[in-house]
């Protein structure tokens, strides 16, 4: 029984949903003879062994040999676990999942979840919305200075925190958000005079999500000289640092596909390595890969990348990285930037190709 879902529910969806008209979403399709076929998502190919049943309701591909009903398809297209999976096709067609009976301890906390989750995608539309006013031009240069586009802003849902003592506070407790709940997940702190000063202050705000696209904290960087340049939220209810990994609710499908993944620092190094392609790049969040971390990777792909800053902090935590990973059993290797570099300033100078050139010279070492 995956999650809380009943069995029953997941068979009647399955069987309302016409596989080929679904991939079609995904795949250009075409009729040959009972089935259609078209080029696997899955695995580079020029000549179609994608095939899909409408009598059988499943797919199979003859290269690489993934196959499957609606549900793996979108397991292996969009890195969903299989309750995601389920989750993603009720939304699809409109349908509200029914859950089995929680115990009221269950209820409130899954109440309270999603009471959090909506202030965090309150807060984000709120930033979003001051990058695109005036007062966000400073950070909207920065932006471009950097190379980064609008769509590339937009994917990764980058923002603008106001310099002001309290606007992100004002803004929610308007919305009917409590103080405590603003001091609970770490939006706001609490001033010498028990006053509510927002946390994030003049900053370009960086959104981190959970694998499912769900807003569970944020990241903030200077755009002057004051300290620290970056700041994260604090542990919350939903946000754990050494859990999550920056960007793999966008690199989670690209990493199944590719079977590998990229790991990186920081928030600019990331998104500077998607816009230029690397898609299957993640961040350990400005810290040092911890074991949490290496097990989530383990969800996606067993192949890794080390690609940290090339100077003595970077150095230390690819030694530490190194030997986590390794411990778990992935097979990992080293991408070794030039003196005084990461990936962020590599990709901007030297462009995707090198950058790819590089990825194609490593050899895995097998983990141990």
């Not at 676990?81 to 009221?104: R, Y």
């Not at 299957?280 to 996606?300: H, I, P």
Request: aromatic share 10%.
């Amino acid at each position: 029984m995956p999650g809380l879902i009943p069995e029953d529910f997941i068979d009647d969806l399955r069987n309302r949903v016409d596989i080929v008209d679904f991939i079609r979403g995904f795949v250009p399709l075409k009729r040959q003879g009972q089935n259609y076929v078209g080029l696997c998502p899955f695995h580079a190919e020029k000549t179609p062994s994608f095939v899909v049943s409408p009598h059988k309701q499943i797919f199979h591909c003859f290269g690489c040999g993934k196959g499957g009903n609606v549900y793996t398809f979108l397991m292996e297209q969009g890195g969903l676990n299989f309750p995601e999976a389920v989750t993603h096709l009720a939304n699809h067609c409109g349908i509200s999942l029914p859950q089995k009976d929680l115990s009221p301890e269950q209820a409130r906390q899954n109440s309270l979840r999603k009471k959090f989750y909506h202030i965090n995608e309150l807060a984000a539309n709120f930033f979003q919305k001051m990058l695109y006013e005036t007062r966000g031009k400073e950070a909207v240069a920065y932006l471009q200075q950097r190379g980064l586009d609008e769509q590339t802003c937009k994917k990764f849902l980058l923002g603008y925190a106001p310099n002001a003592w309290d606007e992100l506070s004002c803004f929610l407790l308007e919305k009917g958000v409590t103080e405590k709940d603003l001091l609970t997940l770490g939006l706001a702190v609490q001033g010498q005079k028990g006053n509510l000063i927002d946390r994030f202050r003049n900053r370009l705000i960086f959104p981190i999500m959970n694998p499912s696209g769900k807003i569970i904290g944020f990241g903030g960087r200077v755009l002057d000289d004051s300290l620290p340049k970056y700041l994260n939220s604090p542990e919350t209810p939903l946000f754990h640092k050494g859990r999550q990994l920056y960007g793999l609710n966008q690199a989670r499908g690209f990493m199944r596909n590719k079977d590998q993944v990229i790991l990186m620092e920081g928030y600019l190094d990331v998104i500077t390595a998607h816009q230029h392609g690397i898609t299957q790049a993640v961040g350990t969040l400005g810290t040092a890969l911890t074991e949490n971390q290496g097990r989530l990777l383990m969800r996606y792909t067993y192949n890794a990348v080390i690609c940290f800053d090339a100077d003595p902090a970077g150095q230390e935590a690819t030694m530490r990285g190194l030997d986590i990973l390794q411990q778990l059993g992935i097979k990992v290797s080293v991408m070794t930037m030039p003196e005084g570099q990461d990936p962020d300033d590599f990709l901007r100078k030297e462009g995707q190709v090198k950058f790819k050139q590089l990825i194609a010279q490593i050899i895995f070492k097998k983990g141990i």
